[in-house]
């Protein structure tokens, strides 16, 4: 389910076709990509860190890490930190903390995106809630978002996973 109406209409005024697909509460990425029974490597999840002064959505794969210092020179800055739950509260006041889409454009904050996604069709991710997620064409996603593409991942071993 989407909580919010922003999204949604942000889409459907974009003409995207996209579908909603509702799964059982997770509080992460890879727990709604195995209610969603599929594979964790196609969810995507959304880190919000602050860089500096601002602050940024770095978005990559379920089962990957952010590594946080190449973060700092995609972002070009000295410092960068995860967003605490109470920034992430104020930053997006219409999601539940930690589901918040991959849509920075309609928060005011810059999404990167790493390259592992750009090569998939599809995109799956948190639709502002923890039970529910969109599904859509990466394309869309892209002419929508204008999300800046780098490499920032820290993909696990397997002792990890």
Known sequence: MITHQR???????HKIPYLVVNHSIAYTAREAADSLHIP???????????????????????????????LEHVLECHHVRLATEDELGILFPDCEIGSMPPFGNLYGTPVYVDATLTGDEEIVFDAGSHVGAIKMRYKDFADLVRPQVED????PTKLEC
Do not use: C, G, I
């Open 40 to 70: 964790a490597n196609t969810f995507a999840k959304v880190v919000v860190v602050k860089a500096d002064s601002r602050y940024a959505m770095a978005v990559l794969p379920s089962t990957w890490k952010v590594d946080l210092k190449r």
């Open 7 to 13: 999204l949604q209409s942000y889409l459907d005024s």
């Open 152 to 155: 920032f991942h820290h993909e």
